[in-house]
């Protein structure tokens, strides 16, 4: 039966996930307890044993903060570590028939069943990671119009297929161009 792998891959999936949740809140709640520890003592006079706390507190509560869902989220679409400030970031991805997408074509205003989508976020990044989104857009092109786009006619693309393949392969090859 074709489901009994993918079933597997999704059970995999959930767990690594309920894993990865379970961690990072451990990690949060260590490093809130940490912190709050070493400010008591901090407070209360012990200043070398309230700074370490501090650092573990914090360490903790970085580590936490990157291992949840969307911290590897951003992770993922980080920089180089030698980005800092303000910059707009550019990123595409197929559209495929499959997923019933809504919306129109910039270019040419057909519906789009299958294309590509690009999004525009003009973000805040440290050391490369997006910490602060200032705001976002969505460009959707029509497969005809992803083509001209994205600069990949020619004469592989004779069926709507292979027309994605294409496209996902030059999505491909930028994605990895930007890291
Ligand atoms: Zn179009």
Same mark, same amino acid.
């Given at each position: 039966?074709?489901?009994?792998? #993918?079933?597997?891959?999704?059970?995999?999936?959930?767990?690594?996930?309920?894993?990865?949740?379970?961690?990072?809140?451990?990690?949060?709640?260590? /490093? +809130?307890?940490?912190?709050?520890?070493?400010?008591?003592?901090?407070?209360?006079?012990?200043?070398?044993?309230?700074? $370490?706390?501090?650092?573990?507190?914090?360490?903790?509560?970085?580590? /936490?903060?990157?291992?949840?869902?969307?911290?590897?989220?951003? $992770?993922?679409?980080?920089?180089?570590?030698?980005?800092?400030?303000?910059?707009?970031? +550019?990123?595409?991805?197929?559209?495929?028939?499959?997923?019933?997408?809504?919306?129109?074509?910039?270019?040419?205003?057909? #519906?789009?069943?299958?294309?590509?989508?690009?999004?525009?976020?003009?973000e805040?990044? +440290?050391?490369? +990671?997006?910490?602060?989104?200032?705001?976002?857009?969505?460009?959707?092109?029509?497969?005809?119009?992803?083509?001209?786009?994205?600069?990949?006619?020619?004469?592989?693309?004779?069926?709507?297929?292979?027309?994605?393949?294409?496209?996902?392969?030059r999505? #491909?090859?930028?994605?990895?161009?930007?890291?």
């Amino acid at each position: 039966m074709p489901e009994t792998p #993918s079933t597997l891959v999704a059970a995999a999936d959930a767990t690594s996930e309920l894993l990865y949740a379970a961690g990072s809140l451990l990690a949060l709640l260590v /490093g +809130v307890v940490a912190t709050a520890a070493g400010l008591v003592a901090g407070a209360g006079g012990d200043l070398v044993p309230g700074a $370490i706390l501090l650092v573990v507190g914090v360490a903790f509560l970085l580590l /936490g903060a990157a291992t949840t869902r969307r911290g590897r989220r951003r $992770i993922a679409r980080r920089h180089g570590p030698t980005a800092f400030g303000r910059r707009p970031t +550019v990123e595409s991805r197929i559209v495929r028939p499959e997923e019933s997408f809504d919306g129109r074509c910039v270019r040419c205003g057909a #519906s789009v069943e299958s294309g590509a989508v690009r999004r525009y976020r003009e973000e805040t990044l +440290v050391a490369g +990671v997006p910490l602060y989104t200032h705001e976002t857009g969505e460009n959707a092109y029509c497969l005809d119009c992803a083509l001209d786009e994205f600069g990949v006619r020619d004469d592989t693309t004779d069926t709507d297929a292979d027309a994605l393949d294409a496209l996902a392969e030059r999505e #491909s090859e930028t994605t990895e161009a930007t890291q």
